[in-house]
């Protein structure tokens, strides 16, 4: 089997992920890398080997001869280069959130579907463990229908992982509840089986917007300012982005096309890191205690007061690997949709909407909770993207024999 040629553009921590990829001989291989930065460029770009193409914009990244590139970018270029990169015939895996507006989604999905060019967007918690294991009891029907959803996400390193760089300003994320809160938008979205339609929702600047220590991190990742041992209370933390005006707590509410009603907290200031998820249907509750390898889910059916016994309990499989071996999972489905088209667990819709979710309740709670309706895609863009973007151009073969 031919090597795909793969191209990575931002070498921030994402890039990880083109990691996944970079499998010479295995079927696919980075053959180029970008980064504005020249510093990040030098000393990431070299992990792929001494033949790599270090680029240091857009541009050059076009001239050369590329089945795919990976858009690893902060949020709010993704729009922008993904579109370049769909008019110019190249593949497309973008990470999540897809851009961070609804417009810009649909520009996007408007320009893969008019370009007949493959687009894919990096939602990897359905390849998450804890969250495969959630949506297969629910369609074996281990609680009967679903009727509501909530997601508590605990977010307990959030000053360090969001709020010491360009996270912290919303004119580059909308919000923390659309980029981070994207995730779990999917997830409560694939596991209820629809998507939001209104939303309604709350939230403060309540503990960092008082810290008015600053530092300009430009050049730097976070390995290099994070701290986990250091990172306690969360008021006590220095060195926070020069602009931070987004919320550091928020709550929604959603009514799904389907009638399921969720809702969903985020707060980046707790003193541990996980989700939690609880589904209620007509025939029983469950709920997720950890979010990782060992983690279980528990599920009651028969009536009772309180009793942390369940009446099943499913314990997460083990898994090696990022996001316990989700990237792998992800990256591995990407590249076999360029190749074959196979049928993927997510799609630039689904991605959508749980944008669409975050954006309408970002307007919501900055507006004082007002209700916020989501218009659904149009019909056109809905059937191309259920039909598995057919007519969509497959990697050529390349000089050399490599495609």
Request: glycine share 10%; charged share 20%.
């Amino acid at each position: 089997m031919d090597d795909l040629r793969l191209g990575v553009i931002g070498l921030g921590p994402r890039s990880t992920l083109a990691d996944y990829a970079h499998l010479p001989g295995g079927g696919s291989r980075i053959v180029a890398c970008c980064d504005t930065d020249p510093r990040i460029l030098r000393a990431e770009s070299a992990r792929f080997g001494p033949d790599i193409a270090a680029v240091p914009d857009l541009d050059r990244m076009l001239d050369l001869d590329l089945d795919g590139v990976f858009v690893l970018t902060p949020d709010d270029t993704h729009e922008e280069i993904a579109l370049r990169l769909l008019a110019a015939g190249v593949n497309v895996f973008l990470e999540k959130p897809m851009a961070i507006t609804v417009e810009g989604c649909d520009r996007i999905l408007e320009a893969a579907r008019r370009h007949r060019v493959r687009l894919y967007v990096g939602h990897n918690m359905r390849h998450m463990p804890v969250v495969q294991t959630l949506r297969a009891l629910l369609t074996q029907g281990a609680i009967g229908e679903v009727k509501a959803i909530w997601c508590r996400h605990f977010v307990g390193h959030g000053g360090d992982f969001y709020f010491k760089d360009w996270h912290a300003d919303r004119t580059r994320t909308t919000s923390l509840l659309l980029q981070k809160g994207a995730h779990d938008l999917d997830v409560i979205h694939w596991l209820a089986g629809g998507v939001s339609r209104q939303v309604t929702a709350l939230g403060d600047l309540s503990v960092y917007g008082g810290i008015t220590d600053r530092a300009d991190r430009s050049g730097q990742r976070m390995r290099d300012w994070f701290d986990p041992d250091n990172n306690w209370p969360p008021a006590s933390l220095t060195g926070l982005n020069p602009v931070v005006d987004v919320e550091d707590i928020s709550m929604m509410l959603m009514q799904l096309d389907n009638g399921v009603l969720a809702s969903y907290q985020q707060c980046h200031f707790t003193p541990d890191y996980w989700r939690n998820y609880t589904v209620i249907g007509t025939e029983g509750r469950m709920e997720n205690f950890g979010d990782e390898s060992g983690a279980q889910v528990r599920v009651w059916n028969r009536r009772s007061n309180y009793r942390a016994e369940a009446d099943i309990t499913v314990v997460v499989p083990p898994a090696s690997g990022a996001h316990g071996g989700a990237d792998s999972e992800l990256v591995a489905e990407f590249c076999a949709f360029l190749r074959d088209g196979v049928q993927t667990l997510t799609s630039p819709v689904a991605a959508r909407e749980a944008v669409a979710a975050g954006y309408a309740a970002t307007a919501s709670l900055r507006a004082g909770g007002r209700p916020v309706a989501i218009e659904a895609v149009g019909d056109a863009i809905g059937e191309y993207y259920a039909a598995g973007q057919p007519g969509a151009c497959r990697p050529t073969a390349h000089a050399g024999g490599v495609s």
